[in-house]
């Protein structure tokens, strides 16, 4: 009685035109069904990227690590003064492999292979996830993105001429999916034979704490460091070690370069294109008649019997002034 | 009861000998820097970040045992390390008026090496002339016997450029 009840006080839906048509077709293989029913998935969204130099948005957490290391190359750019020379730092990752590390890189080494100070290093060591900043809801189904749209597309110029023509030009839009918000830690060390130098690079590196780090052509982050730890340490039989350590807390957010996200994600769409008709009038009726076909030398001519109307007109005309 | 062994022409033989192997016929050498003390400014650490200046460094031919070298690996990637030990005839420091002593540089095969320790036990017959053996009552002319041989340096390579003694050579 329930069910009844609720069914009969149920808005009705009224059917799409594709449900429709799709209701009239008599499959004929009953077993592989009506070829038309392909789901739910709407090919006006799958536009080519062909001849599109605009890459589909994507923001690794190579891409955060490398902003790091641009930070701290071309911003905070490190240096000591040694033997009455400036030196600037060189900025490694951590742990990098046997081969690149004492056969490539020749230029934080002596000629023995030792590794000389100063020198950086960073590398990551936690990523933690952001839950209370955004949600795309669900990743295989994400449908809570943000918009780019394309400035410029070469195909479709806009320049004086469609002005005239009172053209409004396609617009490109590129959907990007709300990212991944994420907190990043990072291990940093600093390596120097002195601890005066030591505290000009800390001084370098803690003014630069609390902003944004990163390529301000590309991305940037904000970047926190809470601390420094020195160590100051005499070893048997190895050289004095002169090093500070801190965390790096970097907030970050990813977007993937996933299949996932391509497969259910709109990666393109444009704005709709407009053909606006208009009503003119005319009081010559012949522009209307059917043109006439004419041979000349080699070319087909089609004569518009306006032309033709509007000549004769123009013969008359002239004979009753002359 | 007196000493037989030892004695002044004895340690004279064996200084004859040493001589002529470690100069003649292995013929090893190494220099030594001594920092000027009063010349070099030091910080609040402890340390040296600006000029570091040196004695001019004394050649002395010497025995040298080296460890294997050592590629301790860390986050900086591969490092190097060597310990080197040079053995010198005392009477050759004395003659050159060098006392070796922690902290100063040894030059070897064009690599600095700084001196963990010094040792200096390689008494002749077990006696150390500078101890005051003569007021032993029941002999007391134990001070002409036995020599203070040999000082062993132990050291470690430390990084080419931060003596700064010729830092584009080390560098590269």
Not at chain 2, 78 to 102: M, S, T
Request: aromatic letters at 12%.
């Amino acid at each position: 009685m329930n069910d009844n009840q609720a069914s009969y006080n149920r808005k009705p839906v009224p059917k799409s035109q594709k449900e429709i048509s799709n209701g009239f077709v008599d499959p004929y293989d009953q077993n592989l069904g009506n070829p038309n029913n392909f789901g739910s998935k709407n090919r006006g969204h799958e536009q080519s990227f062909r001849n599109d130099t605009v890459k589909p948005f994507t923001l690794g957490i190579q891409d955060i690590d490398e902003s790091i290391m641009y930070y701290f190359k071309n911003v905070i750019k490190p240096f000591v003064i040694q033997n009455g020379e400036r030196i600037n730092v060189p900025i490694i990752y951590g742990a990098p492999e046997r081969w690149k590390s004492f056969q490539k890189d020749g230029y934080y080494r002596d000629k023995n292979g030792k590794i000389m100070s100063p020198i950086i290093l960073f590398k990551r060591t936690n990523l933690q996830k952001v839950r209370n900043i955004g949600n795309k809801l669900d990743a295989n189904n994400p449908v809570n993105f943000g918009v780019f749209q394309k400035r410029y597309t070469s195909g479709n110029a806009y320049g004086p001429f469609e002005v005239l023509n009172n053209r409004i030009p396609e617009k490109t839009y590129y959907p990007v999916i709300v990212p991944d918000y994420v907190t990043l830690q990072y291990s940093c060390t600093i390596q120097t034979y002195y601890i005066e130098q030591l505290n000009k690079i800390i001084e370098a590196v803690n003014y630069a704490s609390d902003s944004y780090w990163g390529n301000p052509e590309r991305f940037k982050f904000s970047a926190r460091i809470d601390s420094f730890n020195t160590i100051n340490e005499l070893n048997q039989g190895q050289d004095r070690i002169v090093k500070s350590t801190f965390d790096l807390t970097l907030n970050g957010y990813i977007i993937p370069d996933t299949i996932q996200k391509n497969l259910t994600a709109i990666n393109k769409f444009t704005d709709k294109s407009k053909i606006i008709f208009s009503v003119e009038t005319t009081s010559d009726a012949s522009v209307f008649e059917k043109g006439e076909v004419e041979t000349r030398g080699n070319r087909t001519v089609v004569t518009n019997s306006s032309t033709s109307g509007r000549n004769k007109e123009a013969q008359n005309r002239s004979n009753t002034i002359g | 009861m007196c000493a037989l062994f030892g004695g002044s022409r004895d340690v004279s033989l064996f200084r004859g000998l040493s001589r002529e192997l470690v100069g003649d016929i292995i013929s090893q050498q190494a220099a030594i820097y001594k920092p000027q003390l009063a010349e070099t400014k030091v910080n609040i650490y402890g340390e040296t970040p600006g000029t570091r200046y040196f004695d001019e460094p004394v050649l002395l031919n010497c025995l040298i045992s080296r460890d294997d070298q050592a590629y301790p690996e860390s986050d900086l990637g591969i490092d190097f390390n060597w310990g080197v030990e040079f053995r010198f005839l005392r009477d050759d420091l004395i003659d050159a008026n060098v006392l070796i002593e922690i902290g100063d540089i040894v030059l070897y095969q064009e690599s600095y090496y700084e001196v963990n320790s010094t040792v200096s036990n390689q008494y002749v017959v077990g006696k150390n002339p500078d101890y005051p053996n003569a007021e032993n009552p029941l002999e007391n002319d134990l001070d002409q016997f036995g020599s203070n041989f040999s000082v062993i340096v132990k050291t470690h390579i430390i990084p080419a450029d931060k003596l700064g003694i010729s830092p584009k050579k080390e560098r590269f």
